[in-house]
């Protein structure tokens, strides 16, 4: 047998490994990190005994325990519905009209409603509910289908223009795309659309405008061009305007056409937070003056 040669310095046996005159020590590793490691192991080995640990064939080993942090996230999440549940109660039934009026019910949980109108609602419409080009302002007293409680909750539910077979309809023609008018005919009618909110207009050409107004735009709009709540056709006469009021805006509006989408939302939010967003654009409404 052959002795291992050993460093001269601490009288360690050397490894015969040499890298450009530097040798290795034979130094065994240390009891202390030994014991840690068995240590480890059996540790390691009981969680498998005890707890949810590797793959079967069509299962898992569950362990002795019977511990599952799914089933503990189910347990939590069914603790936190039922505390929703009990605190947002006073909206599962009531008539809608009388909750609006319920001045204790905006201040206990309008803050809370906020957030669930922010999460779903303030991209389009903005957090300050004022919305932009194309988004309609929930703040004034401009609505389409009616400021009527039940009316904004079904607009909520069903959506406009939506995938859903009971959603609000409402479309205006491209009367320039589509060839309906000439471009004669769509600038006379811009004008009269001008009139109407007693903008600056060509009066002229907005007389020509209101017969090609009786005979294309009235069924919608109405006569006198003050909308109507049955098609969802805006108001022409105030100052409003979801896509401009400008000469242009109104134009290309005439030319293009529009067909705005809002999502229904009964298959995202439940009956409580559906009614819960309807009482707090109320209720913001109601503090704007409107």
């Known amino acids: ?9 601490t009288g360690t046996a050397l490894t015969g490994h040499e890298w450009d005159g530097i040798t290795e020590l034979d130094t065994p590793v240390p009891w202390a990190a030994r014991w840690a490691l068995w240590v480890s192991i059996a540790i390691a080995a009981l969680f498998w005994v005890f707890y949810p640990s590797f793959p079967l064939v069509t299962d898992y080993a569950k362990g002795l325990v019977g511990y599952s942090s799914r089933a503990e996230v189910g ?14 109660a006073p909206f599962a039934n009531g008539d809608i009209a009388a909750l609006a009026g319920d001045t204790a019910l905006e201040t206990r949980y309008s803050d809370a409603i906020s957030k669930l109108y922010a999460d779903n609602c303030s991209a389009c419409h903005r957090v ?9 302002n929930l703040r004034d007293a401009h609505w389409l289908w009616s400021g009527a409680p039940e009316e904004i909750e079904y607009t909520i539910r069903h959506g406009i223009n939506a995938a859903d077979e009971d959603t609000r309809v409402s479309q205006m023609p491209a009367f320039g795309t ?14 009269f659309v001008l009139s109407l909110s007693e903008g600056d ?8 405008g209101q017969n090609v107004f009786a005979e294309n735009c009235a069924g919608c709009h109405g006569d006198d061009g ?6 969802g056709a805006p108001d022409l006469g105030d100052a409003a305007w979801l896509y401009g009021g400008s000469r242009d805006d109104i134009h290309d509006s005439i030319y293009r056409g529009r067909q705005g989408v809002m999502p229904a939302w009964k298959n995202r939010l439940d009956d409580k937070q559906i009614r819960m967003l309807t009482l707090y654009l109320l209720w913001q409404a109601d503090n704007a003056g409107n």
Do not use: W, Y
Not at 178 to 191: G, K, M, N, P
């Open 226 to 231: 003050r909308g109507g709540l049955e098609s």
């Open 128 to 136: 300050d509910l004022a919305g932009q080009t194309g988004f309609p």
């Open 201 to 208: 207009h060509n009066a002229v050409a907005a007389g020509r």
């Open 75 to 88: 347990r939590v999440l069914a603790e936190a519905d039922a505390q929703r549940a009990m605190n947002f």
């Open 1 to 9: 047998m052959s002795v291992k040669e050993k460093d001269p310095v």
């Open 178 to 191: 589509d060839q309906l008018l000439d471009r004669q005919q769509i600038e006379d009618v811009t004008e």
